[in-house]
Protein backbone atom coordinates (compact mmCIF):
# COMPACT_ATOMS: atom_id res chain seq x y z
CA UNK A 1 0.00 0.00 0.00
CA UNK A 2 1.47 3.20 -1.08
CA UNK A 3 0.46 6.19 1.33
CA UNK A 4 -2.26 8.62 -0.18
CA UNK A 5 -0.11 11.28 -0.40
CA UNK A 6 2.30 9.86 -3.50
CA UNK A 7 3.12 11.36 -6.36
CA UNK A 8 2.25 9.92 -10.09
CA UNK A 9 4.17 6.28 -10.65
CA UNK A 10 6.19 6.79 -13.60
CA UNK A 11 5.01 5.62 -16.79
CA UNK A 12 4.96 1.66 -16.94
CA UNK A 13 6.00 1.51 -20.23
CA UNK A 14 9.36 3.06 -19.81
CA UNK A 15 9.12 4.63 -22.84
CA UNK A 16 11.17 7.91 -23.16
CA UNK A 17 8.88 10.77 -23.82
CA UNK A 18 12.22 12.67 -25.72
CA UNK A 19 12.54 10.28 -28.03
CA UNK A 20 10.34 8.87 -31.54
CA UNK A 21 6.96 8.68 -30.62
CA UNK A 22 6.30 4.53 -31.43
CA UNK A 23 4.44 3.52 -35.19
CA UNK A 24 0.34 3.82 -34.04
CA UNK A 25 0.33 5.61 -30.76
CA UNK A 26 -0.29 9.48 -31.85
CA UNK A 27 -0.97 11.00 -35.22
CA UNK A 28 1.70 12.81 -37.57
CA UNK A 29 2.04 16.47 -36.05
CA UNK A 30 1.22 15.59 -32.87
CA UNK A 31 3.76 18.16 -29.78
CA UNK A 32 5.17 15.21 -28.00
CA UNK A 33 4.34 15.29 -24.23
CA UNK A 34 6.52 17.49 -21.54
CA UNK A 35 8.76 15.76 -20.39
CA UNK A 36 8.38 15.68 -16.47
CA UNK A 37 9.99 17.76 -14.31
CA UNK A 38 12.41 16.32 -11.91
CA UNK A 39 11.98 15.29 -8.32
CA UNK A 40 13.62 18.42 -6.34
CA UNK A 41 16.77 17.54 -4.32
CA UNK A 42 16.73 18.09 -1.17
CA UNK A 43 18.98 20.68 0.89
CA UNK A 44 19.67 21.43 4.48
CA UNK A 45 17.23 24.04 5.63
CA UNK A 46 19.62 25.81 8.05
CA UNK A 47 22.85 25.51 6.64
CA UNK A 48 25.40 23.14 7.47
CA UNK A 49 26.41 22.60 11.29
CA UNK A 50 30.30 22.93 12.38
CA UNK A 51 30.73 19.25 14.51
CA UNK A 52 31.06 19.12 17.74
CA UNK A 53 34.47 18.25 18.92
CA UNK A 54 34.73 19.92 22.71
CA UNK A 55 33.20 19.84 25.91
CA UNK A 56 31.53 23.37 25.88
CA UNK A 57 30.30 23.10 22.30
CA UNK A 58 28.80 19.47 23.43
CA UNK A 59 27.31 21.08 26.51
CA UNK A 60 26.40 24.48 24.60
CA UNK A 61 23.77 22.64 22.36
CA UNK A 62 22.67 20.15 24.85
CA UNK A 63 21.26 22.71 26.97
CA UNK A 64 19.55 23.64 23.44
CA UNK A 65 18.45 19.99 23.22
CA UNK A 66 17.17 19.97 26.60
CA UNK A 67 14.71 23.02 25.98
CA UNK A 68 13.48 21.76 22.48
CA UNK A 69 9.93 20.82 21.50
CA UNK A 70 8.62 17.18 20.03
CA UNK A 71 10.43 13.74 19.25
CA UNK A 72 14.72 13.80 18.14
CA UNK A 73 15.51 12.91 15.14
CA UNK A 74 18.99 10.69 15.58
CA UNK A 75 21.35 9.18 13.01
CA UNK A 76 24.58 7.31 13.32
CA UNK A 77 27.58 6.67 10.68
CA UNK A 78 29.75 3.72 11.06
CA UNK A 79 32.55 2.40 8.94
CA UNK A 80 31.15 -0.73 7.82
CA UNK A 81 33.48 -2.39 5.05
CA UNK A 82 36.05 -0.36 6.56
CA UNK A 83 36.52 -1.44 10.36
CA UNK A 84 36.18 -4.49 12.41
CA UNK A 85 33.86 -2.60 15.21
CA UNK A 86 30.64 -1.38 14.70
CA UNK A 87 30.81 1.71 16.32
CA UNK A 88 29.62 5.39 15.74
CA UNK A 89 31.57 7.75 13.91
CA UNK A 90 29.43 10.24 14.05
CA UNK A 91 26.22 10.73 15.57
CA UNK A 92 23.88 13.52 14.23
CA UNK A 93 20.95 14.48 16.07
CA UNK A 94 17.83 16.88 15.36
CA UNK A 95 14.99 18.78 17.52
CA UNK A 96 12.34 21.58 16.57
CA UNK A 97 13.72 24.49 18.67
CA UNK A 98 17.66 22.84 19.01
CA UNK A 99 18.31 22.51 15.33
CA UNK A 100 21.02 19.95 13.95
CA UNK A 101 24.23 18.82 15.63
CA UNK A 102 26.45 16.41 13.99
CA UNK A 103 28.28 15.10 17.24
CA UNK A 104 32.17 13.01 17.03
CA UNK A 105 31.85 10.52 19.61
CA UNK A 106 35.58 9.73 18.95
CA UNK A 107 36.56 13.01 20.53
CA UNK A 108 34.66 12.14 24.12
CA UNK A 109 35.42 10.31 26.59
CA UNK A 110 31.67 10.53 27.56
CA UNK A 111 28.87 11.79 26.37
CA UNK A 112 27.00 11.33 29.67
CA UNK A 113 25.59 15.22 28.81
CA UNK A 114 23.84 14.01 25.56
CA UNK A 115 22.40 10.80 27.37
CA UNK A 116 20.87 13.58 30.28
CA UNK A 117 19.30 15.92 27.61
CA UNK A 118 17.58 13.55 25.79
CA UNK A 119 16.04 11.57 28.96
CA UNK A 120 12.50 11.35 28.20
CA UNK A 121 12.52 12.10 24.57
CA UNK A 122 11.14 10.23 21.70
CA UNK A 123 13.74 9.40 19.37
CA UNK A 124 13.50 8.84 15.35
CA UNK A 125 15.21 6.42 13.80
CA UNK A 126 15.70 4.94 10.37
CA UNK A 127 15.81 0.61 10.71
CA UNK A 128 16.70 1.33 14.21
CA UNK A 129 18.36 -2.08 15.05
CA UNK A 130 21.24 -1.15 13.22
CA UNK A 131 22.25 2.16 14.80
CA UNK A 132 20.59 0.79 18.32
CA UNK A 133 23.80 -1.06 19.23
CA UNK A 134 26.82 1.50 18.47
CA UNK A 135 25.06 4.33 20.09
CA UNK A 136 24.59 2.00 23.44
CA UNK A 137 27.99 1.51 22.96
CA UNK A 138 28.78 5.03 23.66
CA UNK A 139 25.92 5.43 26.25
CA UNK A 140 22.71 6.65 24.43
CA UNK A 141 19.85 4.50 25.30
CA UNK A 142 16.23 5.68 24.54
CA UNK A 143 12.94 5.97 26.60
CA UNK A 144 10.87 5.52 23.56
CA UNK A 145 11.24 5.55 19.93
CA UNK A 146 9.76 5.49 16.64
CA UNK A 147 11.18 3.92 13.40
CA UNK A 148 10.62 4.79 10.08
CA UNK A 149 11.39 1.97 7.81
CA UNK A 150 9.39 -0.48 10.71
CA UNK A 151 6.05 1.74 10.40
CA UNK A 152 6.88 1.64 6.61
CA UNK A 153 6.15 -1.59 6.63
CA UNK A 154 3.44 -1.80 9.05
CA UNK A 155 1.94 0.59 6.52
CA UNK A 156 2.44 -1.49 3.74
CA UNK A 157 5.04 0.37 1.86
CA UNK A 158 6.55 -2.06 -1.17
CA UNK A 159 10.11 -0.01 -0.31
CA UNK A 160 11.16 1.56 3.00
CA UNK A 161 14.20 3.11 2.16
CA UNK A 162 14.70 6.32 3.51
CA UNK A 163 15.66 7.55 -0.01
CA UNK A 164 12.26 6.37 -1.27
CA UNK A 165 10.53 7.58 1.85
CA UNK A 166 11.34 11.01 1.52
CA UNK A 167 10.54 10.82 -2.68
CA UNK A 168 7.42 9.30 -1.62
CA UNK A 169 6.36 11.07 1.29
CA UNK A 170 7.76 14.52 1.15
CA UNK A 171 8.16 14.60 -2.87
CA UNK A 172 11.89 15.31 -2.75
CA UNK A 173 14.96 13.55 -3.45
CA UNK A 174 17.74 12.63 -1.15
CA UNK A 175 21.06 11.95 -1.74
CA UNK A 176 22.87 8.52 -0.87
CA UNK A 177 26.35 8.22 -2.56
CA UNK A 178 28.12 8.56 0.79
CA UNK A 179 26.26 5.65 2.45
CA UNK A 180 29.43 3.13 1.76
CA UNK A 181 32.02 5.82 2.59
CA UNK A 182 34.65 5.20 5.51
CA UNK A 183 33.33 7.28 8.29
CA UNK A 184 36.54 6.81 10.41
CA UNK A 185 38.26 9.50 8.22
CA UNK A 186 39.53 12.47 9.72
CA UNK A 187 38.53 15.20 8.95
CA UNK A 188 35.35 14.31 7.18
CA UNK A 189 34.33 16.08 3.86
CA UNK A 190 31.43 18.99 3.66
CA UNK A 191 29.93 16.89 1.61
CA UNK A 192 29.95 13.82 3.59
CA UNK A 193 28.48 15.87 6.45
CA UNK A 194 26.03 17.15 4.71
CA UNK A 195 24.51 14.37 3.26
CA UNK A 196 24.77 12.78 7.39
CA UNK A 197 22.45 16.14 8.41
CA UNK A 198 20.43 15.52 5.64
CA UNK A 199 19.62 12.29 6.97
CA UNK A 200 17.78 13.57 10.29
CA UNK A 201 16.67 16.96 8.89
CA UNK A 202 13.79 14.43 6.97
CA UNK A 203 13.02 12.29 9.98
CA UNK A 204 10.65 15.12 11.75
CA UNK A 205 7.99 15.09 8.86
CA UNK A 206 8.31 11.35 7.85
CA UNK A 207 7.54 10.28 11.39
CA UNK A 208 4.46 12.69 11.37
CA UNK A 209 3.07 11.88 8.06
CA UNK A 210 3.67 8.05 9.00
CA UNK A 211 1.52 8.33 12.70
CA UNK A 212 -0.96 10.04 10.97
CA UNK A 213 -0.97 7.09 8.54
CA UNK A 214 -0.80 4.56 11.47
CA UNK A 215 -3.78 6.37 13.24
CA UNK A 216 -6.25 6.41 10.35
CA UNK A 217 -5.38 2.28 9.54
CA UNK A 218 -5.77 1.36 12.84
CA UNK A 219 -2.44 0.37 13.20
CA UNK A 220 -0.69 2.66 16.05
CA UNK A 221 -0.98 0.30 18.55
CA UNK A 222 0.94 -2.38 16.66
CA UNK A 223 3.14 0.23 15.80
CA UNK A 224 3.87 1.41 19.56
CA UNK A 225 4.32 -2.60 20.90
CA UNK A 226 6.63 -2.95 17.65
CA UNK A 227 9.13 0.17 19.07
CA UNK A 228 8.88 -0.98 22.75
CA UNK A 229 9.80 -4.17 21.59
CA UNK A 230 12.95 -2.84 19.84
CA UNK A 231 14.05 -1.10 23.29
CA UNK A 232 15.57 -4.12 24.52
CA UNK A 233 17.40 -4.50 20.91
CA UNK A 234 21.06 -5.66 21.63
CA UNK A 235 23.53 -6.88 18.27
CA UNK A 236 23.03 -10.64 18.64
CA UNK A 237 25.87 -13.14 19.53
CA UNK A 238 25.78 -15.67 17.21
CA UNK A 239 26.66 -19.36 17.44
CA UNK A 240 29.21 -20.53 15.29
CA UNK A 241 30.00 -17.59 13.05
CA UNK A 242 32.29 -19.04 11.26
CA UNK A 243 29.65 -21.30 9.51
CA UNK A 244 28.28 -17.96 7.93
CA UNK A 245 31.92 -18.04 5.99
CA UNK A 246 30.60 -17.49 2.00
CA UNK A 247 30.54 -20.49 0.56
CA UNK A 248 31.14 -23.00 3.40
CA UNK A 249 28.23 -25.36 2.07
CA UNK A 250 31.10 -26.39 -0.57
CA UNK A 251 33.18 -27.53 1.77
CA UNK A 252 32.50 -31.38 2.86
CA UNK A 253 34.50 -33.57 5.68
CA UNK A 254 34.87 -32.29 9.14
CA UNK A 255 38.72 -32.29 9.00
CA UNK A 256 37.74 -29.32 6.08
CA UNK A 257 35.32 -27.32 8.49
CA UNK A 258 37.99 -27.56 11.20
CA UNK A 259 40.16 -25.98 8.90
CA UNK A 260 37.77 -23.40 8.17
CA UNK A 261 37.05 -22.42 11.63
CA UNK A 262 40.57 -22.56 12.35
CA UNK A 263 40.75 -19.98 9.49
CA UNK A 264 38.41 -18.03 10.07
CA UNK A 265 39.09 -17.32 13.82
CA UNK A 266 42.62 -16.64 13.09
CA UNK A 267 41.02 -13.76 10.75
CA UNK A 268 39.04 -12.76 12.98
CA UNK A 269 41.66 -12.16 15.67
CA UNK A 270 43.84 -10.54 13.29
CA UNK A 271 41.18 -7.98 11.98
CA UNK A 272 39.72 -7.38 15.70
CA UNK A 273 43.40 -7.06 16.44
CA UNK A 274 43.83 -3.99 13.75
CA UNK A 275 40.52 -2.93 13.73
CA UNK A 276 39.80 -3.57 9.90
CA UNK A 277 36.76 -5.31 8.57
CA UNK A 278 37.93 -9.03 8.07
CA UNK A 279 37.00 -9.44 3.92
CA UNK A 280 40.10 -6.85 4.03
CA UNK A 281 42.99 -9.26 5.63
CA UNK A 282 42.03 -12.10 3.31
CA UNK A 283 38.51 -12.46 1.55
CA UNK A 284 36.41 -15.61 2.16
CA UNK A 285 36.44 -17.33 -0.97
CA UNK A 286 40.64 -17.59 -0.11
CA UNK A 287 39.13 -19.08 3.46
CA UNK A 288 37.01 -22.00 1.20
CA UNK A 289 39.42 -23.16 -1.33
CA UNK A 290 42.58 -22.92 1.82
CA UNK A 291 39.80 -25.26 3.41
CA UNK A 292 39.12 -27.50 0.58
CA UNK A 293 42.98 -27.68 -0.60
CA UNK A 294 44.99 -27.65 3.08
CA UNK A 295 48.27 -26.17 1.52
CA UNK A 296 50.74 -27.12 4.23
CA UNK A 297 53.59 -24.54 3.72
CA UNK A 298 54.31 -20.69 3.03
CA UNK A 299 55.26 -21.13 -0.74
CA UNK A 300 51.94 -23.54 -1.17
CA UNK A 301 49.47 -21.42 0.28
CA UNK A 302 51.01 -18.35 -1.60
CA UNK A 303 50.14 -19.78 -4.60
CA UNK A 304 46.71 -20.64 -3.66
CA UNK A 305 43.87 -19.08 -5.40
CA UNK A 306 43.23 -16.18 -3.50
CA UNK A 307 46.42 -15.75 -1.45
CA UNK A 308 47.07 -12.57 -3.29
CA UNK A 309 47.35 -9.23 -1.67
CA UNK A 310 49.47 -7.61 1.40
CA UNK A 311 46.90 -9.42 3.93
CA UNK A 312 48.24 -12.83 2.41
CA UNK A 313 51.57 -12.42 2.38
CA UNK A 314 52.08 -10.57 5.80
CA UNK A 315 49.90 -13.23 7.76
CA UNK A 316 51.00 -16.60 5.59
CA UNK A 317 52.89 -17.95 8.98
CA UNK A 318 49.59 -17.25 10.77
CA UNK A 319 46.97 -18.72 8.44
CA UNK A 320 49.52 -21.95 7.70
CA UNK A 321 49.92 -22.98 11.37
CA UNK A 322 46.05 -22.39 11.69
CA UNK A 323 46.18 -25.05 9.35
CA UNK A 324 48.25 -27.15 11.03
CA UNK A 325 46.37 -27.04 14.24
CA UNK A 326 43.14 -28.32 12.16
CA UNK A 327 45.39 -31.18 10.89
CA UNK A 328 46.25 -32.48 14.45
CA UNK A 329 42.79 -31.97 15.77
CA UNK A 330 41.65 -35.05 16.83
CA UNK A 331 38.46 -36.62 15.76
CA UNK A 332 35.78 -35.44 18.54
CA UNK A 333 37.36 -31.94 18.73
CA UNK A 334 36.56 -31.81 14.85
CA UNK A 335 33.40 -29.54 14.38
CA UNK A 336 29.70 -31.37 13.51
CA UNK A 337 28.64 -31.08 9.45
CA UNK A 338 25.66 -29.03 10.51
CA UNK A 339 25.02 -26.00 12.80
CA UNK A 340 24.06 -26.79 16.52
CA UNK A 341 20.01 -25.94 16.85
CA UNK A 342 17.83 -25.60 19.85
CA UNK A 343 14.67 -25.27 17.50
CA UNK A 344 13.14 -27.48 15.00
CA UNK A 345 14.98 -28.21 11.54
CA UNK A 346 15.00 -26.34 8.63
CA UNK A 347 11.49 -26.78 6.84
CA UNK A 348 13.22 -29.02 4.01
CA UNK A 349 13.79 -31.29 6.41
CA UNK A 350 10.19 -31.59 7.50
CA UNK A 351 8.64 -34.08 4.89
CA UNK A 352 11.61 -36.70 6.22
CA UNK A 353 11.33 -36.58 9.61
CA UNK A 354 7.95 -35.65 10.17
CA UNK A 355 5.21 -35.50 7.28
CA UNK A 356 2.32 -34.45 9.43
CA UNK A 357 3.68 -31.80 10.48
CA UNK A 358 5.39 -30.67 7.12
CA UNK A 359 1.67 -30.44 6.14
CA UNK A 360 0.54 -28.33 8.95
CA UNK A 361 4.07 -26.13 7.96
CA UNK A 362 2.34 -26.28 4.22
CA UNK A 363 -1.16 -24.93 5.66
CA UNK A 364 0.24 -22.31 7.93
CA UNK A 365 2.58 -20.68 5.31
CA UNK A 366 -1.00 -20.55 2.86
CA UNK A 367 -2.72 -19.30 5.57
CA UNK A 368 -0.32 -16.17 6.81
CA UNK A 369 -0.25 -15.13 2.80
CA UNK A 370 -3.57 -14.34 3.01
CA UNK A 371 -3.33 -12.43 6.00
CA UNK A 372 -0.41 -10.44 5.05
CA UNK A 373 -2.35 -9.91 2.00
CA UNK A 374 -5.46 -8.89 4.20
CA UNK A 375 -3.76 -6.68 6.62
CA UNK A 376 -0.91 -4.96 4.02
CA UNK A 377 1.94 -6.64 6.32
CA UNK A 378 4.52 -8.43 5.34
CA UNK A 379 4.98 -11.91 6.24
CA UNK A 380 8.00 -11.79 7.71
CA UNK A 381 6.68 -9.15 10.44
CA UNK A 382 3.58 -10.93 11.09
CA UNK A 383 5.77 -13.62 12.53
CA UNK A 384 9.14 -14.73 11.89
CA UNK A 385 9.57 -18.01 10.34
CA UNK A 386 11.43 -19.31 13.20
CA UNK A 387 8.46 -18.75 15.44
CA UNK A 388 6.19 -20.55 12.57
CA UNK A 389 8.11 -23.27 12.77
CA UNK A 390 8.01 -23.68 16.51
CA UNK A 391 4.46 -23.12 17.11
CA UNK A 392 4.13 -26.05 14.35
CA UNK A 393 6.95 -28.56 14.85
CA UNK A 394 5.45 -30.07 18.42
CA UNK A 395 2.23 -28.82 19.23
CA UNK A 396 0.62 -30.71 22.02
CA UNK A 397 -1.70 -33.77 21.89
CA UNK A 398 -4.73 -31.72 22.62
CA UNK A 399 -6.64 -30.80 19.56
CA UNK A 400 -9.61 -29.06 21.14
CA UNK A 401 -9.29 -25.66 20.35
CA UNK A 402 -10.26 -24.28 23.38
CA UNK A 403 -6.54 -26.00 24.60
CA UNK A 404 -5.05 -25.65 21.46
CA UNK A 405 -5.52 -22.14 20.58
CA UNK A 406 -4.11 -20.99 24.33
CA UNK A 407 -1.18 -23.27 24.34
CA UNK A 408 -0.07 -21.20 20.96
CA UNK A 409 -0.93 -17.92 22.27
CA UNK A 410 1.38 -18.79 25.40
CA UNK A 411 4.09 -20.17 23.26
CA UNK A 412 4.39 -17.47 20.65
CA UNK A 413 4.33 -14.71 23.47
CA UNK A 414 7.18 -17.08 25.62
CA UNK A 415 9.07 -16.84 22.48
CA UNK A 416 8.85 -12.77 22.41
CA UNK A 417 5.68 -12.22 19.64
CA UNK A 418 4.23 -9.01 20.76
CA UNK A 419 0.36 -8.66 21.75
CA UNK A 420 -0.92 -7.97 18.41
CA UNK A 421 0.92 -10.95 16.85
CA UNK A 422 -0.44 -12.94 18.86
CA UNK A 423 -4.00 -11.91 18.26
CA UNK A 424 -3.57 -11.84 14.58
CA UNK A 425 -2.29 -15.45 14.42
CA UNK A 426 -2.74 -17.96 17.17
CA UNK A 427 -6.38 -19.26 14.86
CA UNK A 428 -4.16 -19.00 12.13
CA UNK A 429 -1.89 -21.59 13.29
CA UNK A 430 -4.62 -23.94 15.37
CA UNK A 431 -6.36 -24.41 11.94
CA UNK A 432 -2.96 -25.29 10.18
CA UNK A 433 -2.36 -27.84 13.08
CA UNK A 434 -5.93 -28.96 12.96
CA UNK A 435 -6.47 -28.97 9.17
CA UNK A 436 -2.70 -31.19 8.93
CA UNK A 437 -3.72 -33.58 10.70
CA UNK A 438 -7.23 -34.85 9.63
CA UNK A 439 -6.02 -34.89 6.13
CA UNK A 440 -4.93 -38.54 4.71
CA UNK A 441 -1.09 -39.61 5.05
CA UNK A 442 0.77 -37.39 2.55
CA UNK A 443 3.08 -38.42 -0.03
CA UNK A 444 7.02 -37.44 0.98
CA UNK A 445 7.38 -36.00 -3.02
CA UNK A 446 4.26 -33.80 -3.08
CA UNK A 447 4.98 -32.34 0.14
CA UNK A 448 8.41 -31.47 -0.46
CA UNK A 449 7.06 -29.46 -3.52
CA UNK A 450 4.68 -27.70 -0.93
CA UNK A 451 7.33 -27.21 0.75
CA UNK A 452 9.48 -25.42 -1.86
CA UNK A 453 6.28 -23.81 -3.03
CA UNK A 454 5.23 -22.33 -0.27
CA UNK A 455 9.28 -21.22 0.82
CA UNK A 456 9.07 -19.32 -2.79
CA UNK A 457 5.95 -17.45 -2.04
CA UNK A 458 3.32 -19.56 -4.16
CA UNK A 459 0.31 -21.60 -3.59
CA UNK A 460 1.22 -24.48 -1.97
CA UNK A 461 0.56 -27.94 -4.19
CA UNK A 462 -2.29 -30.38 -3.19
Not at 184 to 205: G, H, K, M, N
Not at 249 to 276: C, F, H, P, S, Y
Not at 326 to 346: F, I, V
Not at 432 to 450: N, R, Y
Request: a negative charge; glycine letters at 6%.
Amino acid sequence: MVPASSPTPPDPTGLDPTGPAPTGTAPTGTAPQDEPAPTPLLVLRDGLPRVIETEADLRAYCTDLAAGSGPVAIDAERASGYRYSARAYLIQLRREGAGTALVDPIAFDSLAPLQEALAGTEWILHAATQDLPCLAEVGLLPDSLFDTELAGRLLGYPRVGLATLVETLLGQRLRKEHSAADWSTRPLPESWLEYAALDVEVLLEIRQHQLEELVATGKETWARQEFDHLLGHRAPVRDEPWRRTSGTNKVRGRRALGALRAMWETRDRIARERDVTPGRILPDSALIVAAQTMPADRRTLLATRGFHGRGAERYANQWVAALDEARELAEDDLPSRTARSTGPPPARAWSDRDPVAARRLVHARAAMAELSERVSVPVENLLTPDLLRRALWAPPRSRHPEELGPWVAETLAEQGARPWQVELTTDVIVAAVLAGDVEPEPDPAELEQALDASDAGGPPAG
